[in-house]
């Protein structure tokens, strides 16, 4: 069992002694999001977690416990975001520096083959049009290729209460996820950024697979059996998306209680 830690919030950021408290007692209740029934028992017994997959916009909180995790002989992987939009878009996230600080720290304990960051979502706005994501994504590539390996991308998907938050702060949404033209040009520089950078590169959950950024996985069994040598196979998550090639894993955290307060994310309630 791969467990995700977590696509709901961020446990790292904001409920890393939960998790660490949960997984000295070896397991946790997981309410299910979207049914009322009684919450699922998910064991965290070392015997019983084949990986973690971390999820974050600021790993820091959690790196003081990773030595205790590693300890454990827990495999992990890290996924963390770094975008830099402006304020009005990401009001509690942490800045570049700050983003890039927990890179370096967490690449400094672990290598930087087990993190990828995220430049996710891409959202054009009249503040984060086609130039500002080109310069944007150039700025970071060059500023956390050292302490990644991989460059995750994907486009804003219009969920309803995403575009509701986005309408109420004025935010025109006609064409937040830019249209097939504009992410297939956006997404050949990304491209030649990353291979100047030393960045492997795939998308994320996107209907066409463009020249040089092939569909990826976020939760990479692969890379798993390749750093830890396990043996998982791939099962595709039927609790994602279509489009979403993740293997299977089981999500532990909740929605709303993240604070970064990002207004395109889907898990803000």
Not at 111 to 121: C, Q
Not at 233 to 247: G, I, M, N, V
Request: net charge positive.
């Amino acid at each position: 069992m791969i467990v995700s830690v977590s696509r709901r919030c961020d446990v790292p950021a904001f409920q890393a002694e939960w998790f660490m408290a949960a997984l000295r007692a070896g397991a946790v209740e997981v309410a299910d999001p979207f049914r009322c029934r009684p919450p699922r028992r998910v064991s965290l017994l070392r015997g019983d977690v084949d990986a973690f997959v971390f999820w974050s916009r600021d790993v820091r909180p959690l790196l003081r416990h990773l030595p205790e995790i590693e300890a454990g002989g827990f495999p992990s992987l890290f996924l963390l975001t770094a975008t830099g939009y402006p304020r009005r878009l990401e009001p509690g996230a942490p800045s570049v520096a700050e983003a890039a600080a927990g890179f370096r720290e967490l690449a400094s304990l672990v290598g930087r083959r087990r993190i990828a960051w995220r430049y996710d979502p891409v959202i054009f706005t009249p503040d984060t049009g086609p130039d500002f994501h080109a310069r944007r994504f150039s700025e970071l590539a060059g500023l956390l290729a050292p302490f990644a390996s991989r460059a995750i991308v994907s486009f804003f998907d219009p969920y309803p209460k995403a575009l509701r938050r986005l309408r109420k702060e004025g935010i025109e949404t006609d064409a937040a996820s830019g249209g097939a033209e504009a992410q297939a040009a956006l997404l050949a520089g990304f491209a030649a950024v990353a291979a100047r950078e030393g960045l492997e590169i795939q998308s994320c959950a996107e209907a066409a697979s463009w020249a040089g950024v092939p569909h990826g996985k976020c939760v990479d069994e692969g890379l798993l059996n390749e750093i830890f040598g396990l043996d998982l196979s791939y099962r595709k998550d039927p609790a994602q998306r279509k489009l979403c090639f993740c293997t299977r894993s089981v999500d532990i955290g909740r929605y709303g209680a993240c604070a970064h307060g990002c207004l395109y994310c889907y898990a803000r309630r």
